[in-house]
């Protein structure tokens, strides 16, 4: 089974906050383009004689076509299965062979397929990477029990879980219009509906060299690499790709509620999101200054934990996060959940308490300093693992950021300053542009979903 990653609500982890210091290269990547279009990135890591290749893809549920949701997330599952050259589940039992691990995930905005190995072993996982490129196939009798594998997929990760069906509610009223309001992995009746001609037509469109980033991390050099790249990828011709049109969100004018209420919740909880630009749709430096926002408002040293947690008692956990690594627009989270014999209602109300003495009084100078120099310090041992240069490249460069982007993030760091923490705060954090999503423990079997009317509900 291979899990598709989920856009993250309630507490977001963002890739870019584990980076090296200030002062040097983050990760130095060599970076070239085959005549094909692939975009070849590597990185080299002597410390051990491993290797992390990673294929990403330009595309993820968000350029589904209407009616087909999950198609990406399907064909992901797929790729696993037979090609011209070898059978169904080769590939990954030759990984397993040689002592190594493969997996893959879909988002919204990519697809990302990855094997780590012995670094003699990069070769045979370009060959058998490249066929699967050029030569899936799409079989109805690969295809039907595929099907029956997403679909219980979906019901253990969502039907089965009262936090999976509020968070696909939570995404239904947080995006009007936008695909990402859309499941990632598709609502079972169009799941159950996509043909084998969908996916063929899905696969023929968008798993071109041109559209796809590969990414090697570990004990290699990139003059080798670039050699196995050209033989194996450049002999895949490029292929026309359609432009990633999506519809516009519009303004959202009116806060929005979602509440769900089941026995079988163990721990209520609360969270509150708002619209948010990314890295790539916000103006100047202020998806940096949204970066140290969120880690100020993080851990269990920050002001949110200090007040409902430790002085209050209010909650027992509480905390902020932010993500600014999507194609479009992102958002800005808090979450809260209580302590027993604490009422969900009061927790909110402090919760919302303390958004609005940000909004108000800003930050402490010294709280951004202290959060700069935690998101600076935290890439101390990036380079440790060969998974992480892979993962936060792919991702930015999957998205629209650039290698210069990554290389310069802990210099765009350092200069934000606490005006522009607050002043991106009292943009962000407006209540007109806010989720709200309640999950409430019952005890008395009643489960219910409820949406709160919406002032703008005509653009649906």
Request: charged share 25%; with cysteine; hydrophobic share 40%.
């Amino acid at each position: 089974m291979r899990p598709f990653a989920r856009r993250i609500v309630l507490v977001v982890l963002c890739l870019f906050a584990v980076l090296p210091a200030a002062d040097a290269k983050v990760f130095d990547p060599t970076v070239f383009t085959l005549d094909n279009g692939m975009q070849v990135v590597v990185v080299s890591n002597h410390r051990a004689p491993i290797v992390t290749q990673m294929v990403w893809y330009k595309v993820g549920a968000a350029d589904e076509p209407p009616a087909k949701g999950g198609m990406a997330h399907f064909l992901e599952h797929l790729m696993f299965k037979a090609t011209k050259n070898h059978p169904a589940g080769e590939f990954s039992d030759v990984v397993s062979r040689y002592g190594g691990q493969d997996n893959a995930f879909t988002t919204q905005d990519y697809t990302a397929y990855y094997e780590t190995v012995a670094s003699d072993r990069l070769e045979l996982m370009m060959q058998y990477e490249a066929d699967r490129m050029a030569n899936l196939v799409i079989d109805p009798k690969l295809v039907e029990p595929e099907r029956q594998v997403v679909l219980e997929e979906r019901r253990m990760r969502t039907e089965n879980q009262p936090s999976g069906r509020l968070y696909e509610m939570s995404n239904a009223v947080q995006w009007l219009n936008h695909p990402y309001r859309l499941p990632v992995i598709g609502w079972k009746h169009e799941i159950e509906a996509i043909t084998v001609d969908d996916l063929r037509n899905f696969y023929e469109t968008w798993y071109a060299p041109n559209n796809a980033i590969l990414i090697v991390v570990g004990d290699v050099e990139p003059e080798a690499v670039r050699a196995l790249a050209e033989k194996y990828y450049g002999a895949i011709p490029a292929r026309p790709v359609p432009p990633r049109d999506r519809l516009r969100e519009p303004e959202q004018k009116a806060p929005r509620q979602v509440e769900l209420a089941s026995d079988q919740v163990g721990q209520s909880s609360v969270s509150i999101t708002y619209l948010a630009p990314s890295y790539r749709t916000a103006e100047g430096d202020e998806a940096y200054a949204l970066d140290v926002l969120g880690e100020v408002l993080s851990g269990t040293t920050s002001r949110l934990y200090r007040d409902l947690v430790v002085d209050r008692a209010l909650a027992t956990s509480v905390g902020a996060g932010y993500d600014g690594n999507d194609l479009d627009w992102s958002t800005f989270g808090f979450y809260a959940a209580p302590r027993q014999g604490v009422e969900l209602e009061t927790v909110e109300a402090a919760l919302r308490e303390e958004i609005a003495r940000i909004k108000e009084k800003g930050v402490e100078a010294d709280e951004v300093e202290r959060a700069k120099q935690r998101l600076i310090d935290g890439a101390v041992f990036a380079r440790d693992e060969v998974g992480t240069a892979a993962q936060v490249l792919g991702r930015a460069l999957a998205t629209g950021s650039s290698v210069d982007d990554v290389e310069s993030w802990p210099e765009r760091i350092k200069a934000v300053q606490p005006e522009a923490v607050a002043a991106a705060a009292r943009r962000i954090l407006d209540d007109d542009s806010s989720v709200t999503s309640r999950l409430r423990a019952t005890g008395d079997g009643h489960q219910a979903v409820v949406v709160a009317p919406q002032a703008d509900r005509s653009v649906h």
